[in-house]
């Protein structure tokens, strides 16, 4: 083979293996960081996977800010104007955070009867009775100005908006 | 009437640039030289006119005009005068106009330091830059006017600029960063007009490489500002979220290493033409779709504003025009190139070719998972978010398979070099940094570290192979200092840039493994030691700003019983936009920053929830940033650039005299 072509195909044969070894990569990467987002309703309804990392988004739902006398542990409810699903998070909230605004919640579904722990810091005194199905987030985003929403959550609730006006 | 004005002048620099567009172009294409003449002239004028009517909506936010729609919805009488000067781009509109200021700039600054060029070449990078300007300027004219009126109903006061931007950062963040972002247009321009002419030559690489190199230096530089801006404005303490707009600025950013890169073979070697071709065009491509995701709005992100899809659609258009033109006049016009000369696998040449595919490979991942929310809600597929770790660990192992032959780089020789060379001259300071590697994480006082260990032999080797390069340039008549003092500009660049690269590997990985942060109720008087550090909360008080009110906080940090700092966090809130937003307390060292940050208050007893961290070696990520840049500039004055011209200058009075 000419010298040339044969240096030619080692650059191709290596950018090949190498570029392959980087999908390879990327593939595993992606199976494990990627998370999707469900809407309140999806929740409530048994749609999302228990235990998996995935984002619920919607409004906070006005007087349902819980707070831990001990702990930074907070709890509120998140809803799609549909159903509303309750959040729990421990650590410092956003600054944009308030009830009645928007807000994305990145984390684990947790069942509160199998599994029992996790949730046992909201005060008992309270009265709020421990809800089956909670988010353990491990983030919580909110809008960062006065205009902006994030696009899932605000087409969750578009969505919402038109199947309420119009059932069909 | 300012606003009219500034309005008009853009409108003029409108009309001027499509006339740079045509005119000049197809002057080169008809010999048409006093065509090409113009071009120079046309470009430095829609330079003025920009700067015009930038300087008009400046003028607008600095009076208070809120009869201008964007200075009412982004300034307020309170707000202080630097920060009025930087609400000009802090909102879509005015970014944009800056935006194009900038390119206008670059344009002109082209046109006027490039009179050595031949004018048919000179010619078509104007035209091609004068292209893209008309995309900007006609994208700011008919979709985000800048100096719209609100008339007759002009507001009292202003609605006041987002407190997260009002911050000294972010007064030359954006303009930096859009320095980096157009500067590649130049780049760009470049290779469309090598493409044109159909003549890629060493010549060619010459001209564009102090251009690409500049451009290069303040996309670092913007970087490290934006990343230093979220570390003390955001107030989580974190310096990279992987977030789609700090990707946006990082794929040009990575595209144009690789470029920088490439353009030193092409220049020194006449090898790659057709690569760096592509390099160039997928640089400022890239540039492209990082202003379409930000300005779009279609991605979830912190720095998104509130836009609406016709803006987005307008740059998507633009986008594909530009990406598409030019891949298909790269694909009519390359097969023509060829490379005649062959280089061996060890070799200088067989190196940076591996820079270069590291480098595409990691934009291309990061673009992938940038894009992946995109595609997958595009396919109905449900909408995805790909997390920080992705990032991590993609691109943390192609950066580690880059290091090794990084240190080899500056030791090795063009065309043809061997194995044995390398080993014969690397295997003693590579015994060096492995067992520094071993020793030096002990000195952190955290215990052994591997992740740690592995960065300080990376970056021990980077600048090993840096130290024994320069030890191969002395010879045994020259003294050290004149040694030093001999070598070109191009040189130190690259020993700064390589140098700030390993300072920034080790301070990342530092950083990462030794952090601390918790996050805390405190009381006054409460008591946290974190890291060996005491932090005490002394108290809270009310302070009131120019346009806010704050709850201050004071915390005593000792070590050991003696007192090292006094830090004084805040929460304040804002009163045109009653925004709350949290200005965290750094005590910054060399070696170690102490970081304090308010939550929200909790419970009754005046309790707040508060952030503390301890982050060793942050600073050197931006220290090493900023040698990076400062390295990239030092290459734009190699006397080479400049030697260029005057042969030339001299070799065309040699023609004169001879005729």
Known sequence: ????????????????????????LVVYALRQNINLFYPPADVVAGKAPLNTPIRVGGMVVEGSLVRSNESLEVRFEVTDFVESVTVVYEGILPDLFAEGEGVVASGRLRDSQSTGSGLALIEAGSGVSLPTVALIADEVLAKHDENYMPPEVAEALNKNATAAIDPL | MIAELGHFALILALVLACLLACVPLWGSWARHYAAMRLAPALAISVGLFCLISFACLTHAFLNDDFSVKVVASNSNSLLPTVYKFSAVWGNHEGSLLLWVLILSLWMAAVALFSSDLP??????????????????????????????????????????????????????????????????????????????????????????????????????????LGSWWAYYELGWGGWWFWDPVENAS??????????????????????????????????????????????????????????????????????????????????????????????????????????????????????????????????????YSVGAPYFNAVFIPLMALLVPFMGLGPVSRWRDDSVHRWRSRLLLPAAIVSSLAVILPFLFGHGFNLWVALAILCAGWVICGLLDDLRARKRASIAWWRLLTRQPASYWGMVLAHCGFAAVTVSVVATTQYSVERDVRMAPGDRQVLAGYEFIFDKTERLRGPNYLADAASFRVEKDGSSIATLRPEKRRYFASSSLMTEAAIDASLFRDLYVAMGERVGDDGAWAIRLHYKPMVRWMWLGASAMALGAFCTVFDRRYRAVRERRTMTISAHASAH
Not at chain 2, 318 to 328: C, D, K, P, R
Not at chain 2, 341 to 361: D, T
């Open chain 2, 250 to 383: 990082f794929m040009p950013w990575l595209a144009g290493t690789a470029l920088v890169h490439s353009l030193a073979v092409t220049e020194k070697r006449g090898l790659f033409k057709s690569w760096t071709v592509l390099l160039a065009l997928s640089a400022f491509s890239l540039s492209l779709l990082g202003t379409f995701l930000v300005r779009s709005g279609v991605l979830t992100s912190v720095h998104a504003f509130a836009s609406d899809p016709e803006r987005g659609l307008f740059i998507l258009v633009f986008l594909a025009i530009v990406i598409g033109g030019s891949l298909s006049l790269y694909a009519v016009r390359v097969p023509a190139v060829r490379n005649p000369i062959g280089f061996s696998f060890v070799s200088r040449e067989a190196l940076l070719l591996l820079n270069n595919v590291v480098f595409l490979v990691a934009t291309l991942t990061v673009l992938f998972g940038t894009l992946f929310p995109l595609l997958m809600d595009a396919l109905g597929k449900g909408k």
């Open chain 1, 1 to 24: 083979m000419h010298p040339v072509r044969r240096q030619r195909l080692w650059v191709v044969v290596s950018i090949v293996l190498f570029s392959s070894a980087a999908v390879g």
């Open chain 2, 119 to 224: 004018t048919p070449v000179l010619a078509r990078v104007l035209a091609v830059m004068g292209a893209i300007a008309v995309g900007f300027l006609s994208f700011s004219l008919f979709t985000s006017n800048p100096f719209e009126r609100l008339l007759p109903a002009v507001p009292a006061d202003g609605s006041d600029l987002n407190p997260l931007l009002q911050d000294p950062g972010l007064i030359i963040h954006p303009p930096l960063l859009y320095m980096g972002y157009v500067g590649f247009s130049v780049a760009f321009a470049f290779a469309v007009a090598a493409l044109l002419s159909g003549r890629l030559d060493a010549a060619w690489a010459r001209w564009s490489r102090p251009w690409t190199n500049a451009a290069w230096g303040f996309l670092s530089l913007g970087i490290m």
